[in-house]
T-cell receptor, first 113, second 113 residues
Framework: GQQVMQIPQYQHVQEGEDFTTYCNSS?????IQWYKQRPGGHPVFLIQ?????EVKKQKRLTFQFGEAKKNSSLHITATQTTDVGTYFC?????????????FGTGTQLKVEL | ETGVTQTPRHLVMGMTNKKSLKCEQH?????MYWYKQSAKKPLELMFV???????ENNSVPSRFSPECPNSSHLFLHLHTLQPEDSALYLC????????????FGDGTRLSIL
């Protein structure tokens, strides 16, 4: 079954409101990555977190890696229409063939004026 | 310019046709991937190649046949596809297999009539 889950699946916000998506793994991860896919586009790598409890910021985006390295969050402050898209987390999960980067289910963000 | 180029961008084919999708990466990476992305479904990993060797095949039907002639090129040969195979097919590459960030191409939007 799906080993990396994200909530919520969908989120509609008014422009200027904040937005948060949460990512949870069934296993401890060596790192967590976040990607953004614009409508009609392809996933684009945003950032990678490696350390327990790590927090990184990119302008209005704040990324956090949990202390147990099994969960992560992405918070957007004061959303803009350019933030529209689907946000995926991804983490390497050990399989029979070695580490496999496993993508979460994604959170689709819509921003209304 | 993503560094990963996929052709064609759009493809419409009948169920009895044979076609191929092409992916080329200009990033010097040694791992390449095929993903299927259907509406309202998570990214589905289909095949993984590391140093031109197939290292993972996620129970993909034999009507999909990958080929990796060198570390820069990846093909997905299609034959006798079904309507449920209509989806966005994404190619990605990474420096090493397993836990490195992946760079995606624009994808091929495939429609099966």
């Amino acid at each position: 079954g799906q080993q990396v889950m994200q909530i919520p699946q969908y989120q509609h916000v008014q422009e200027g409101e904040d937005f948060t998506t949460y990512c949870n793994s069934s296993t401890t991860l060596s790192n967590i990555q976040w990607y953004k896919q614009r409508p009609g586009g392809h996933p684009v790598f945003l950032i990678q977190l490696v350390k327990s409890g790590e927090v990184k910021k990119q302008k209005r985006l704040t990324f956090q890696f949990g202390e147990a390295k099994k969960n992560s969050s992405l918070h957007i402050t004061a959303t803009q229409t350019t933030d529209v898209g689907t946000y995926f987390c991804a983490g390497p999960i050990l399989t029979g063939g070695g580490n496999k980067l496993t993508f979460g289910t994604g959170t689709q963000l819509k921003v209304e004026l | 310019e993503t560094g990963v180029t996929q052709t064609p961008r759009h493809l419409v084919m009948g169920m009895t046709n044979k076609k191929s999708l092409k992916c080329e990466q200009h990033l010097g990476h040694n791992a390449m991937y095929w993903y299927k992305q259907s509406a309202k479904k998570p990214l589905e990993l289909m095949f993984v190649y590391s140093l031109e060797e197939r290292v993972e095949n996620n129970s993909v039907p034999s009507r999909f046949s990958p080929e990796c002639p060198n570390s820069s090129h990846l093909f997905l040969h299609l034959h006798t596809l079904q309507p449920e195979d209509s989806a966005l097919y994404l190619c990605a590459s990474s420096q090493n297999r397993g836990n490195q960030p992946q760079h995606f191409g624009d994808g091929t939007r495939l429609s099966i009539l």
